[in-house]
């Protein structure tokens, strides 16, 4: 019952939008309003100078500041917890989840602009809350819609290095190929040869970003109708909306399944920049390298197991339960299959977080959506179960900090109910979705002049040798 109170909850957190404190209720209110400009571009050359001179502020007045201490386990454990990047588009809390500008997701699905009445916020709208820091019109997401759809031609040789690889790699393998074919129109790559300024590196880096995000969906709809529809490609359809026209593509004209399409990529698009396909993307990016190659990197590192292929791993799971044990298991013998997969060396994909010590709240409105859309489905009842059995075994197991499901633990029922049931392929649909938050930060990493990345590395040899001396030096 725990997961219907974090339900309850996050639904009176919708109603107090507005009701925070005076600080609080002062950033809302700078974030609702918006020029009557519809030009994404030029609202960006407004807000650059003014967070260029904080940020020179902030590092002359408090650049001496220490931010935390850093200790063995944290070298030797992935940097968890360690304060390293500074990341303006998004902003992760352990216990409330992910923000958008300061916006929880519930927060966005109420202040952003929809497609229909009461439907799901468009990318789009959020694309320009990240870049801007501000709620958009809808005047303002229509002309930005129309705008990456005129950015979405891609050129014959992107679809010709897809078509050089069997049709049997993996998607992410096909779908980061083609990226890298986009690469060769970088605008980027062209001023930096031409000798641009420094100081005008946002500006080439914008164009670029723009337009990988309105060509990726794109190229991952022609690798999905090349592996699993005999290559029969369907068209853009610049009428539709960014998520309604990926799901168009993909060969899924459902209206129902083109909302979910938005809220999937409204909801994956960022997650603050500590995670492996962010950090990469911004790391990467702070050599110079372009959008183009910034982002290839990232979906190289999306792809793994343990970060974007976890959604892939959670649906195999799923069906792996009802082929032995039947859908309409009980919960006992749930929780038995839950013991057995832990037992065996192996991990319940979907639950867990490296940050988050509660509920996603990514898997909660997907669980909303599925209430509302699809209550009755098996899977996601068997979904809904899982989530009252997996988290007291994990707590019992004593060996998870966060024993609640991720977004990934709900996503991939979703997609199957609407006919998407190639769970290879999902880790693409992540990638689609992460170009939003990995690009608008690209854009803001060239505005603000970000240095090169450069951590320092030691060997054990050091730690231990520091420890010690550490350890004498003590009283």
């Known amino acids: 019952m725990v997961f219907f109170r974090s339900v309850a909850a996050f639904s009176r957190l919708r109603s107090r939008v507005g009701q925070q404190s005076s600080l609080g209720s002062s950033v809302r209110w700078i974030q609702m309003q918006s020029s009557t400009d519809v030009d994404l571009k030029s609202q960006l050359q407004e807000l650059i100078p003014e967070q260029q001179d904080r940020l020179k502020k902030l590092k002359s007045e408090h650049g001496k500041v220490q931010l ?69 019109s809808k005047e303002q997401v229509e002309a930005l819609s129309k705008d990456l759809a005129n950015r979405a031609a891609v050129p014959d040789y992107v679809y010709n290095a897809i078509d050089a690889l069997p049709s049997t790699a993996h998607p992410m393998t096909q779908f980061a190929s083609g990226v890298m074919a986009l690469q060769v129109q970088s605008e980027f790559q062209k001023a930096y040869e031409n000798g641009i300024h420094k100081s005008k590196f946002w500006e080439p880096t914008y164009e670029d970003c723009l337009n990988l995000i309105a060509r990726v969906p794109v190229v991952a709809a022609y690798v999905y109708r090349r592996m699993y529809k005999n290559g029969d490609s369907i068209p853009s359809d610049k009428s539709l909306d960014y998520g309604a026209n990926f799901s168009h593509m993909l060969g899924f004209d459902d209206a129902k399944m083109k909302e979910l399409m938005r809220l999937y990529i409204t909801i994956h698009s960022d997650h603050e920049g500590g995670n492996v396909s962010a950090h990469t993307g911004h790391l990467v990016g702070s050599a110079l390298s372009d959008p183009y190659l910034s982002f290839a990197a990232a979906l190289n590192g999306l792809a793994g197991p343990l970060h974007g292929l976890a959604n892939q791993e959670v649906l195999l799971w799923i069906k792996s339960v009802v082929e032995e044990c039947g859908e309409n298991i009980s919960k006992d013998q749930l ?123 030691v060997t054990m040899d050091w730690l231990e040798a520091y420890c010690e001396k550490a350890k004498a030096s003590s009283p």
């Open 335 to 457: 929780k038995e299959y839950v013991w057995k997969t832990l037992n065996s060396g192996k991990v319940v994909p979907g639950y867990g977080h490296g940050v988050l010590r509660k509920t996603d709240p990514r898997y909660v409105c997907q669980r909303e959506f599925a209430l509302k859309h699809l209550p009755d489905d098996p899977l996601f009842q068997l979904v809904s179960k899982l989530y009252e059995v997996v988290p007291p075994v994990l707590t019992e197991l004593g060996k998870v900090k966060n024993p609640w499901p991720n977004v990934d633990a709900h996503s991939g029922v979703l997609l199957n109910h609407y006919g998407l049931t190639e769970a290879r392929y999902y880790t693409v649909l992540f990638g689609v979705s992460r170009s939003l938050g990995i690009c608008s930060q690209l854009i803001w990493d060239r505005a603000l002049g970000l240095a090169l990345e450069r951590p320092k590395s």
């Open 68 to 136: 935390g201490n850093i200790t063995v386990d944290m070298v030797i454990g992935g940097m968890r917890g360690m304060t390293g990047l500074l990341w303006e588009t998004s902003l992760l809390d352990p216990e409330e989840g992910i923000r958008f500008r300061g916006l929880s997701i519930p927060e966005c699905q109420k202040v952003l602009p929809v497609a229909q009445s009461g439907g799901e916020p468009l990318p789009e709208g959020l694309l320009w809350l990240l870049l801007t820091g501000k709620v958009p």
